[in-house]
């Protein structure tokens, strides 16, 4: 089984629409993060989690928002879609303690809004 | 600012042939790490190597070396005899010490031609 798993792997919604895209993981890592990647821009951070209480923005948050469930879940709503949040989408997660820094992605989910 | 430059945007190369992709970075920490990663067609990331900036050892593992030199602030990843199946988009990243956050090149698109 992977270690990181995203759902769903791909999504096609309407403008408006509230979309979650969830992030669960088997590795034990306490650090969580999102991306997104568009076509020429590599990948972009929008938010990041340190532990179950700890959520911080990253340089893309505008219209998203992330729910630390556990610490093994991670979820981002966009809250009312808009075209331009079409994207692949990336969870990942990494332990200092393991090997620093080293952040282990999912299989992406790639989101179409309409 | 950090920041990660991949100028190649596209290279071909016919198989057998040794392609050299090249990264620059920009950081003001004396510590971070530096890191490769490969997105094949299927789309996921694979992670390929880490490097902290303490360590300006060359790296060989197979057919793949990394070429770290802080002089000129460059990462380059080097695959000889390259094959089919290193088709894919790579990707150097760099993060920050403290925070994990990293951040991402724009990608160099490998195509193997047979």
């Known amino acids: 089984d992977a270690d990181v798993t995203q759902t769903p792997r791909n999504r096609i919604t309407k403008t408006g629409k509230r979309i979650m895209l969830e992030c669960s993981q088997t590795?034990?890592?306490?650090?969580m993060y999102w991306y997104r990647q568009d076509p020429g821009l590599g990948l972009r951070l929008i938010y990041y989690?340190?532990?179950?209480?700890?959520?911080n923005k990253g340089e893309i948050s505008d219209g998203y928002s992330v729910s630390r469930q556990a610490q093994a879940k991670f979820s981002l709503s966009l809250e009312s879609a808009i075209p331009n949040q079409t994207a692949l989408y990336f969870c990942?997660?990494?332990?200092?303690?393991?090997?620093?820094?080293?952040?282990?992605f999912g299989p992406g989910t790639r989101l179409t809004v309409l | 600012a950090q920041k990660v430059t991949q100028a190649q945007t596209e290279i071909s190369v016919v198989e057998k042939e040794d392609v050299t992709l090249d990264c620059v970075y920009e950081?003001?920490?004396?510590?971070?790490?530096l890191f490769w990663y490969k997105q094949p067609p299927s789309g996921e990331l694979v992670f390929l190597i880490r490097?902290?900036?303490?360590?300006?050892q060359n790296e060989i593992s197979g057919r793949y070396s990394w070429n770290f030199q802080k002089s000129t602030s460059s990462f380059n990843f080097t695959i000889t005899a390259s094959q089919v199946v290193d088709s894919a988009v790579y990707f150097c990243?760099?993060?920050?010490?403290?925070?994990?956050?990293?951040?991402f090149g724009t990608g160099t698109r490998l195509q193997v031609f047979p």
């Open positions: 950081t003001r920490d004396t510590t971070y790490y």
């Open positions: 990243a760099l993060s920050e010490a403290l925070t994990d956050k990293l951040i």
């Open positions: 590795k034990g890592h306490d650090r």
């Open positions: 989690s340190f532990d179950v209480k700890d959520i």
């Open positions: 490097r902290n900036s303490f360590d300006e």
């Open positions: 990942a997660t990494s332990d200092p303690g393991e090997r620093a820094d080293t952040q282990y």
